[in-house]
């Protein structure tokens, strides 16, 4: 037994082959209405499942080009869809001469007895194709009906899909400016604070834990004699020489040292 499985989605197409395969069918996939009608005309099947929706040719129209072929009229064809679900979907799916009509998802064990019950009942009872659907005033009416609603459908939800994007764009951009707003206050408070530092007459030195200077302002270098950017890396009591009073006080934010230096020498 050879079935064909119709669907534009791998992942669907590897689903039903697992099911088909597990009650004797050797599978053959196509990914559209158009290459299933190819695979037709080359091979003989004994069954086919198809979506509904689906690029270049629908499953509708699968169904139908299907029914009006001598060689593949007599196949029992069911409908697998999760997207055209109203009661309408499947009343077109019965006129166009389909078997079945069955609504994903569903589960394994129940899909696959599903479709051996529908095969087995098509092989003694083969469904009579439709007597003739071209010549069906109503045929194209519906058709285009269920399409134009399914697109309406489907319009909808991107739209509500590029709302919710939309939206959740904006939080991260207003995110994203917070941040940058913040990062823009605390570099003008460490400039004002810095600039603070610099005016003060008295030498300052920023030590970290291991007593290493990592900053000083203008004065502490004028006072040491040295070049702002030679006061650091070094250790801050070499850097400062014998003291006449001494005193450490440590910052609660940035646990560093801060040595305040004068001319007769330092207080740590």
Request: glycine fraction near 4%; include cysteine; proline fraction near 4%.
């Amino acid at each position: 037994m050879k079935a064909l499985s119709v669907d534009d989605r791998d992942e669907n197409l590897y689903f039903l082959e697992t099911i088909l395969r597990s009650i004797g069918f050797d599978v053959v996939n196509a990914h559209n209405g158009v290459e299933a009608l190819e695979l037709i005309e080359q091979e003989h099947f004994d069954l086919i499942v198809s979506d509904v929706l689906m690029p270049r040719m629908d499953g509708f129209r699968l169904c139908h080009e299907v029914r009006q072929r001598e060689k593949s009229r007599r196949i029992p064809f069911i409908f697998y869809s999760g997207s055209y679900t109203d009661s309408k979907d499947a009343e077109l799916a019965r006129r166009l001469g389909a078997t079945r009509y069955l609504l994903k998802p569903m589960e394994p064990e129940i899909l696959a007895n599903t479709l051996r019950e529908i095969y087995e009942q098509a092989t003694q009872f083969p469904t009579p194709p439709p007597a003739s659907v071209e010549e069906d005033e109503h045929f194209l009416k519906d058709y285009n009906e269920r399409l134009s609603h399914k697109l309406c459908e489907k319009v909808a939800e991107y739209d509500k899909l590029s709302r919710r994007l939309q939206s959740a764009f904006a939080d991260e951009v207003r995110e994203v400016k917070g941040r940058m707003d913040a990062e823009h206050t605390l570099n003008q408070n460490e400039e004002r604070y810095r600039a603070v530092v610099d005016s003060l007459a008295e030498g300052i030195l920023l030590a970290d834990e291991s007593g290493m200077i990592v900053a000083c302002n203008e004065s502490a270098s004028r006072i040491l004699g040295l070049p702002r950017e030679s006061c650091w890396p070094r250790h801050w009591a070499p850097a400062c020489g014998p003291c006449s009073t001494r005193r450490a006080t440590r910052s609660a934010s940035s646990n560093s040292r801060w040595c305040n230096a004068s001319r007769t020498g330092c207080r740590r």
